[in-house]
Nanobody
């Protein structure tokens, strides 16, 4: 089965950048759509960005569009989330998730955390001065 491990979180000042990484193991990443969700204290879990297994479709939440970039390297079994111009409201626990089935509506899928069968433990991002 697919195992996902996130890294790259930390404390950063507003306006700063972080690069999150999701390392996959146990099965070829070629077969999995990958997404990033975040959970902020007192808020619902939010889909941030998702990318299909063939990279033919990418989706971003409006809250991060233009600031975050998702990318994947199937050969290296990693998916990255480059986060620039970070804001305090970006603070949260960021999860990497995987789903092997074909996705025709990536936006809808990226707003339904419960359908993603494979999840990492999360990495904490704190944006504060």
């Amino acid at each position: 089965q697919l195992r996902l491990v996130e890294s790259g979180g930390g404390l950063v000042q507003p306006g700063g950048s972080l690069r999150l990484s999701c390392a996959a193991s146990g099965f070829s990443l070629d077969y999995y759509n990958i997404g990033w969700f975040r959970q902020a204290p007192g808020k619902e879990r939010e889909g941030i960005s998702c990318i299909t297994k063939s990279t033919d479709s990418i989706w971003y939440a409006n809250s991060v569009k233009g600031r975050f970039t998702i990318s994947r390297d199937n050969a290296k079994m990693t998916v990255a989330l480059q986060m620039n111009s970070l804001k305090p409201e970006d603070t949260g626990l960021y999860y990497c998730v995987g789903l092997p089935i074909e996705i025709t509506d990536l936006q809808t899928a990226c707003n339904r955390f419960t359908i993603w069968g494979y999840r990492g433990q999360g990495t904490q991002v704190t944006v504060s001065s």
